[in-house]
């Protein structure tokens, strides 16, 4: 298989099995060795006290992004460290895509930076950073890496 096949078919199986993700309603627009596209519309459960998108939220989609990422070569990774900056509040009824892109690696650790974005407006809304640690094993046995 090739690396863009490995990652498509890891990313269907991440898709499947993330039920967190799918409950916020995140969808995969596309995946690629060491990044992603998920997109998210802002649903009214999901505003904070200020009646914007709760910072968990967009964080629990940048999280989404990050695994995808990081997990996309079929070896078996985890967060290790990950931190996030907001930028602009979200209203009800944004779609947001979350962008995520290996920046670097060394060893069994990995950095990558997730992007979320307002879809319309193309506006940034938030800055990710996370650090992986590939903790051994393969997401499918058997795929290949």
Known sequence: MTPQQIAETVGKLVA?????GRRLGVQLASVMPGGCVLRMT??????NSGGTCHGGVIF??????FGYACNSFNRAAVAQQCDITYLKPVAVGTVLTATAELRETAGRSS???MT???EATGETVALF???SREIGGEIIPGLGT
């Open 16 to 20: 499947e099995r993330d039920m967190a």
């Open 42 to 47: 802002v649903q009214p459960d999901m505003v």
């Open 60 to 65: 629990t989609l940048a999280d989404s992004a």
């Open 111 to 113: 950095v990558y930076d």
């Open 116 to 118: 979320i974005r307002n």
């Open 129 to 131: 950073r996370g650090l």
